[in-house]
């Protein structure tokens, strides 16, 4: 079981870049794929990004590809989400959680962080 703690969101303005970051504790942080997520308030949650444990593979989703980049140290049992070119329209609540293979797949994902809020203003 992988035990995760989101930081780095905050209010900032439309272009404005941000990098997220999770600290996570247990042993299969190293062998877990790690994603990232948002809520925004009356929607579903949606897929970010992906990576796979060694960081040599990766996901996106589109409405995010080329804007926002997923990464992870292994030695600091952390994975980061560097957004840029931020819009109004990512504001929400960004999560990130752990699954055993690399996927797209929010079903496929567990061990969820209790989440960090990001605000775009325009």
């Known amino acids: 079981q992988v035990q995760l703690v989101e930081s780095g969101g905050g209010l900032v303005q439309t272009g404005d870049s941000l990098r997220l970051s999770c600290a996570a504790s247990?042993?299969?942080?190293?062998?877990?794929?790690m994603g990232w997520f948002r809520q925004a308030p009356g929607k579903e949650r949606e897929f970010l990004a992906a990576?796979?444990?060694?960081?040599?593979?990766?996901k996106y989703a589109d409405s995010v590809m080329g804007r926002f980049t997923i990464a992870r140290d292994n030695s600091q049992n952390t994975v980061y989400l560097q957004m840029n070119t931020l819009k109004p329209e990512d504001t929400a609540v960004y999560y990130c959680?752990?699954?055993?293979?690399?996927?797209?797949?929010?079903?496929?994902?567990?061990?969820w962080g209790q989440g960090t809020q990001v605000t775009v203003s325009s």
């Open positions: 959680a752990a699954a055993p293979v690399l996927t797209n797949n929010i079903g496929a994902f567990g061990s």
């Open positions: 990576v796979s444990w060694s960081g040599v593979s990766a």
């Open positions: 247990g042993r299969t942080f190293s062998k877990s794929a």
